[in-house]
């Protein structure tokens, strides 16, 4: 019965989503207040319906309703209720009502919060979220319903896939996808203004926030699939450049580069017209992504989907809104004024070259991972993009980004001074010299190029800290002055300068981990010692054990550090009950310095002992907390009042603050 | 015809590119068997770095260095095989490529169909290049803003006293 409900609820949902889409919209165009104000209403009661349907689903999962297709296909009543609770969205028809969910979650946030905002650009706003949500609405009733039962109903279900079963993975996805369908906010209002005809400080004031909110959650997101990767997977490191994974790092890029391209036209008035079409092609990506991951066009570890039909309307979805986004664009680009002349070195400058850089890198990106497929469907010949060519194209472009980066923030509106910001980074400067230098002496191994690229990740986390320095006039003023700018200093300040140190962070660790880290692949039997990287490791003997829903063999390795016992690694090989598909649990050691990483192997054929990888990877920790520092810092600067939409303006004795 | 000295300058710098491009994102093995390795760490190292640019066929996106089916083991073995018999890097990915084709391959080789592929990130670099340089170029005209709406005076008398 509630199924039913759930069913009928989103049927309703797209009906109302119909409403909120043509009402308002015709409203605007006749400057009719009473039809605009339906647009509020509607998007509630469409976030009142969805979440309905979607708790409906929720229901069916947690009581293991097995008369439920879905439930039967991809649940199981042995799994812990966790799992039970995130399989909900860990398949195709759930996903894409949880997409749903969070695209109505945030049109009502609009519709709440949105009351300062001109009646008509609201109006219109909503109505474009509202199509957005009538199109994915259609697609799932008819393609992909969720609610379809089964007769007769299953004894039992299918179970989830195992390497799914993880905590991190059960929230991957709502934060993947609350990234992804928060840039439909930036789209929504680059609709609307191009809409209105109108566009100025005041919407990228609007604008930002939205944005910064859906970079924090993609950040997160990525991070903890990346996290995810590194410690379940055991099989690889942490990026794979799996088209998949892409497929969410390209809209991560547009985005980073669209946070960017607003705080111009905020401060600025200048790039107007860029930062529209950016928030149309960051929104464009998001939708590829869907595209890709739920038509299995890819063939990957996520495709979990993999149905021509459902990758068909998903084209079609996408064809529609990026064609007609983009013909827009080009009927009333005209129309929007340009502003804000700057000189190329400036903090303007920097931003645009900021732009021309990530925006060149996610194009690259985009380019990988669909070249294999356009080739052999126009020439039929097969060829594999792999991380080969991603590392020999990408990383030219993150080099003169991260250089030029520390420079940025140094540098003046409208007309900068280079020698100056050098000069004020100078301190950055010496302090990167002297720590490379320390890395070169402690590490005599290892190619010669990771020293130039580990001072470039040390460049980036001073020169945050000397843009700070600089801004608190930390070797200029007195104490009590240090402290009252410190604490004067805008959080949107902190949050640009915490992005950037987030950004060097995570530089160091992947440089580190990759050039350094150390390994060793032996045969090990009971009583058997290696030593890596410092640590002296015991094999002391493996044996099977019984989990909830799974059979594992665990290893125990006992992990000594001049001489003295540090832990016991419990590195494991698991088989799961349903479906019966086996899995690898590496033993982690986390310390600061580099994680221990044991991978249990396979036995030998002969009995005679079992292969056991170890692994030291120096600061490997680095990345994920890199992605943390970077969050925080959007977090940071999403609660700096100057952000929140309609809150008055400080007035401020000194230069305004940016990213 | 290109001069020789600029021939090597841009060869050597491509190399150090690629250098820099393995260290930076080298993958790590996980698959590799004790038993496969061989003696001669020079040519270990070698065979490791070839089989990072190996597919694995019947896998999903992971390279022969990365996967645990039987075919990436086969495809290791006979890397190192052919690397003990004395062959050059290029021999061996050129052997490879003739038992299995150019699918094999992560890195695609430069050819007319992949000029596109590997050209794009420097023609676009190049487009959004001149268009800045044509835009600084252009003489710009002032901005113009439209006057405030009377609501929008409204909000903004209501915005300045709720200051005060």
Redesign the interface.
């Known amino acids: 019965m509630t199924t039913e409900l759930g069913h009928f609820a989103l049927i309703l949902a797209a009906l109302v989503a119909a409403v909120q889409m043509l009402v308002p919209l015709y409203g605007a165009h006749v400057r009719d207040a009473r039809l605009m104000a339906m647009a509020a209403p509607a998007s509630l009661t469409q976030l009142t319906l969805v979440t309905l349907a979607f708790v409906a689903l929720l229901n069916a999962f947690m009581t293991s309703d097995f008369s439920v297709a879905l439930v039967a296909n991809h649940s199981h009543s042995a799994k812990p209720m966790l799992y039970k609770i995130s399989g909900t969205w860990g398949n195709h028809e759930g996903s894409m009502l949880l997409w749903v969910l969070i695209l109505a979650i945030f049109g009502a946030a609009v519709a709440l919060f949105g009351s300062n905002l001109?009646d008509s650009l609201r109006a219109r706003v909503l109505a474009v979220q509202g199509s957005i949500a009538l199109a994915f609405l259609l697609f799932i009733l008819t393609t992909s319903n969720p609610f379809e039962r089964l007769s007769p109903a299953a004894l039992d279900g299918a179970g989830l896939n195992p390497i799914l079963q993880d905590p991190a993975l059960a929230f991957h996805p709502p934060f993947l996808y609350m990234g992804y369908v928060g840039f439909s906010m930036a789209f929504s209002f680059a609709i609307a203004a191009l809409l209105e005809g109108?566009i100025?400080a005041a919407w990228a004031r609007w604008v930002r926030p939205w944005t910064l909110a859906a970079w924090v959650f993609l950040t997160i997101g990525i991070a903890m699939g990346s996290w995810w990767a590194y410690y379940e997977l055991?099989?690889?490191?942490w990026?794979?450049?799996?088209?998949v994974e892409n497929a969410s790092f390209m809209p991560w890029l547009a985005g980073t580069a669209l946070l960017h391209s607003a705080v111009v036209m905020e401060k600025r008035?200048a790039l107007k017209i860029w930062t529209i079409l950016l928030a149309i092609l960051t929104f464009s990506l998001s939708l590829l992504g869907t595209f890709l991951v739920r038509s299995g066009v890819l063939?990957?570890?996520h495709a979990f989907a993999v149905d021509p039909q459902r990758g068909t309307v998903i084209l079609v979805i996408m064809a529609l809104f990026v064609g007609g986004a983009l013909t827009l664009y080009a009927m009333r680009v005209r129309d929007l004024?340009?502003?804000?002349?700057f000189a190329?070195l400036s903090r303007e400058g920097a931003l645009?070259l900021n732009n021309?850089l990530l925006?060149?890198a996610c194009?690259?990106v985009l380019?990988?991972t669909l070249?294999p497929l356009f080739?052999e469907s126009i020439?039929g010949?097969?060829?594999?993009?792999?991380?080969?060519?991603?590392?020999?194209?990408f990383?030219?472009?993150m080099v003169p980004l991260l250089l030029a980066l520390p420079l940025g923030p140094m540098m003046a509106w409208k007309r900068g001074d280079l020698q100056g910001a050098i000069q004020r980074l100078s301190m950055a400067i010496a302090a990167t010299l002297f720590v490379a230098l320390v890395a070169v002496a402690l590490m005599q191994r290892?190619?010669w190029?990771?020293y130039p690229?580990f001072a470039l990740g040390l460049w980036v986390v001073f020169g945050a800290v000397a843009e700070w320095a600089h801004r608190v006039k930390l070797f200029e003023a007195g104490r009590d002055e240090v402290l009252r700018r410190a604490r004067n200093l805008p959080r949107a300040a902190y949050g640009g300068m915490l992005g950037h140190l987030g950004i060097g962070v995570m530089t160091l660790g992947?440089?580190a981990t990759?050039?350094w880290?150390s390994?060793q692949?032996?045969?090990m039997k009971p009583g058997d010692k290696l030593s890596i990287a410092g640590y002296e490791l015991t094999f002391e003997g493996a044996s099977p054990q019984r989990g909830p829903n799974y059979q594992e063999t665990v290893a125990r390795l006992a992990v000594a550090s001049r001489g003295r016992p540090v832990t016991t690694l419990e590195p494991a090989k698991r088989l799961y009950d349903a479906p019966k598909q086996p899995t690898t649990e590496a033993g982690i050691l986390n310390a600061w310095g580099g994680d221990l990483y044991t991978?249990l192997?396979?036995p030998q054929a002969d009995g005679a002992g079992i292969?056991v990888?170890v692994?030291f990877?120096p600061l490997v920790r680095f990345i994920w907390l890199g992605c943390l520092i970077m969050a925080f810092g959007g977090l940071l600067s999403l609660s700096d009042r100057r952000l929140r939409v309609g809150a008055?303006r400080k007035v401020m004795a000194k230069p305004q603050a940016a990213e | 015809m290109i001069p020789d000295t600029i021939y090597c300058v841009i060869t050597a710098s491509a190399r150090m590119i690629v250098v820099l491009m393995a260290l930076l994102f080298a993958t790590t093995t996980w698959a590799i068997e004790p038993g496969e390795q061989l003696s001669d760490q020079r040519q270990e190292i070698r065979a490791r770095a070839l089989s990072a640019e190996l597919r694995c066929l019947v896998c999903q996106n992971q390279s022969i260095d990365d996967s645990n089916a039987p075919l990436a083991k086969d495809l290791r073995v006979l890397v190192r095989e052919q690397i003990s018999a004395g062959k050059t890097d290029r021999e061996v990915i050129s052997y490879v490529v003739a038992r299995y084709g150019e699918f094999v391959l992560l890195r695609p080789r430069l050819s007319w169909s992949t000029a596109l592929l590997w050209l794009a990130p420097l023609l676009l670099l190049g487009a959004t290049g001149y268009g800045l340089y044509a835009r600084a170029r252009a003489p710009t005209a002032k901005p113009q803003e439209p006057p405030l709406t009377n609501v929008e005076e409204k909000r903004l008398k209501r915005l300045m006293d709720e200051k005060n």
Do not use: M
């Open positions: 001109p109108r100025d055991g099989w690889g490191g990026w794979f450049w799996d088209p008035e063939t990957s570890v004024k340009q502003g804000g002349i190329p645009v021309v925006t060149t194009a690259t380019i990988g070249y080739l020439t010949e097969k060829i594999s993009v792999g991380p080969p060519y991603f590392n020999a194209t990383i030219p472009l290892g190619p190029l990771a690229a992947i440089v990759s050039a880290q390994e692949v032996v045969v991978v192997g396979d292969t990888r692994y990877n008055p």
